[in-house]
Each structure stands twice: as C-alpha cells, then as structure tokens.
Nanobody, 121 residues
Framework: VQLQASGGGLVQAGGSLRLSCTAS????????MAWYRQTPEKQRELVAD???????LYADSVKGRFTISRDIAKRTAYLQMNSLKPEDTADYYC????????????????WGKGTQVTVSS
C-alpha cells in the first residue's frame, strides 16, 4: 500500500492550499484517512481525521479553517486549508488505516511521505 501526497507549497498568510493524498496498492478497504503535521520543534500532531463513516475530527488550532474530505471511489483524501497562518508551516503527512486483500479483517496504518507547507507572514 502506498500513499502519495501532494499540494504543498509556499503561500502568504491568509492564503489557501489544498493537499491531496491518494492510496494505491492491494487495498481491500480504507477505514479512515487523516492528516498530520510536524516541524523540527514539535512532535507529529494530528491535524484532521475522517473515518470511513465520514465522521471528522480536527485539531483545535485548525477548526474553522481546515476541512478534510474524501473521495471514496478515488481512494483520495483532501485537506482544504484556508486562512493560513505562519504557524501552520510544517511538513504534512497523510495517514490511512487500510485493510489489504491479503488480510481484509485487520486494518494497518500506512504513512505517505510529507509534503511541505510554508506560510510566509
């Protein structure tokens, strides 16, 4: 299973970016997808999560500004980031809880490579 994230970049404060993460491989089902972020000064933290039932969870710091969504058919999760702040600068990582064709009953966590988001003041 591979997760390919994209959409990072450099943006001015107040701007917007949309991150995408697509899962591929021998996937039986995707139980949930989430976005995390990490800086050299902080541990990796949860930004937003969406379950297979489409329930969402957001970090307090991004509520009202970020929106996670999923395209089930495309096996893709999105993170729409609006009103970006310099403190949102980080490497953003996609995470998915996936069951595979070889083991369809036990979900495992997979991580994509980070995509860098830089917000200038």
């Amino acid at each position: 299973v591979q997760l390919q994230a994209s959409g990072g970049g450099l943006v001015q404060a107040g701007g917007s970016l949309r991150l995408s993460c697509t899962a591929s491989g021998s996937i039986f089902s995707i139980k949930g997808m989430a976005w995390y972020r990490q800086t050299p000064e902080k541990q990796r933290e949860l930004v937003a999560d969406m379950t297979d039932g489409l329930s969402t969870l957001y970090a307090d710091s991004v509520k009202g500004r970020f929106t996670i969504s999923r395209d089930i058919a495309k096996r893709t999760a999105y993170l729409q980031m609006n009103s970006l702040k310099p403190e949102d600068t980080a490497d953003y990582y996609c995470n998915a809880a996936v069951t595979t064709s070889a083991d369809p009953w036990r979900p495992k966590n997979y991580w994509g490579k980070g995509t860098q988001v830089t917000v200038s003041s």
